[in-house]
């Protein structure tokens, strides 16, 4: 099992920008799907962010949810086994621990942003939007 590592937390304020990058050093992003959860305090963990190989054309496709779509971004390095959430337009409401997750290519589709379908996982870090 590989454990996942998150970087880029932080408190930023209300309206800013923050990236975050996980790493998995040894696991190819050609084989697994990788998604962004998040905590919020008092709330149900939550994912909002997915990626994963389109077989048919060798791209990529990206997932988001309703709350974050629009102001976060999430992309890929293979060669540098790393993967980014570009968050822009940060709301308190954002505040939370988040979470990067591995899972298989061949999960099902609409399955993306479900935490039932990941298997490796980061300890967290800590994204704190101030008003």
């Known amino acids: 099992q590989v454990q996942l590592v998150e970087s880029g937390g932080g408190l930023v304020q209300s309206g800013g920008s923050l990236t975050l990058s996980c790493a998995a050093p040894?696991?190819?992003?050609?084989?697994?799907?990788t998604a962004w959860f998040r905590r919020a305090p008092g709330k149900e963990r939550e994912g909002i962010s997915g990626?994963?190989?389109?077989?048919?054309?060798?791209?990529?496709?990206?997932y988001y949810s309703n709350s974050v779509r629009g102001r976060f971004t999430i992309s890929r390095d293979p060669a540098k086994n790393v993967v980014y959430l570009q968050m822009n337009d940060l709301r308190v409401e954002d505040t939370a621990i988040y979470y990067c997750?591995?899972?298989?290519?061949?999960?099902?589709?609409?399955?993306?942003?479900?935490?039932?379908?990941?298997?490796?996982w980061g300890q967290g870090t800590q994204v704190t939007v101030s008003s």
């Open positions: 990626i994963r190989g389109q077989r048919s054309c060798g791209q990529y496709r990206t």
């Open positions: 040894g696991r190819s992003w050609d084989v697994f799907a």
């Open positions: 997750a591995t899972g298989a290519q061949s999960m099902p589709d609409a399955g993306e942003l479900e935490a039932e379908n990941y298997d490796s």
